[in-house]
């Protein structure tokens, strides 16, 4: 028979495996560790932990030592998994603690810093528009924005827009 299943906020997660206090493999590998009475030691199965002879007790601390991390990195990854089953936002927020840790350490630097929209304003040229006027000695003048058309300089002095850069004759 299926038991009922309690709410999400009444779950309690599983303790993380290094929180569990009466850790007897732990102890053991931490004793035989101990009982070899090394300082330091080369990775496993790093080039100069091969070159150790068998009967040094480096290659022993060296094995005990990665397959205690192994065990422990194993162990840990089996609990977020049960938990990500049983409780996603616990998992969750386990998982990105470090990051929101992290966020949470730049947040003042990045809040200090102009936004894109800033930067692009202060990039942005401040000149002021002016309108395109001809004088009596130019040739015509291509207006921005509008193509095919030029500005001239009309027999009367004033400003004449024409689909054509032929010059105008002034009036004598």
Do not use: C
């Not at 732990?26 to 080369?42: E, G, I």
């Not at 969750?92 to 470090?98: S, Y």
């Not at 003048?141 to 095919?148: D, Y």
Request: glycine residues 4%; neutral net charge; proline residues 10%.
């Amino acid at each position: 028979m299926k038991q009922p299943t309690r709410a999400l906020s009444t779950r309690v997660p599983p303790a993380a495996p290094e929180a569990v206090a009466q850790d007897a493999t732990a102890l053991w590998a931490s004793a035989q560790v101990t009982a070899l009475d090394v300082d330091d030691f080369p990775e496993y199965g790093s080039p100069a932990w091969r070159a150790l002879r068998a009967t040094d007790p480096r290659r022993a601390v060296a094995v005990v030592t990665a397959a205690e991390q192994w065990r422990r990195h194993s162990a840990r990854e089996a609990w977020l998994d049960r938990l990500l089953d049983e409780d996603p936002e616990q998992w969750f927020a386990i998982v990105t603690a470090d990051a929101n840790t992290y966020a949470r350490s730049i947040a003042g630097d990045l809040a200090r810093r102009p936004t894109h929209d800033e930067l692009a304003a202060r990039r942005a040229v401040r000149a002021q528009r002016r309108e395109v006027v001809t004088a009596p000695s130019w040739p015509p003048v291509a207006i921005p924005g509008r193509p095919g058309w030029w500005r001239h300089y009309g027999p009367r002095g004033e400003q004449v827009d024409l689909p054509h850069n032929q010059p105008q004759e002034t009036a004598a």
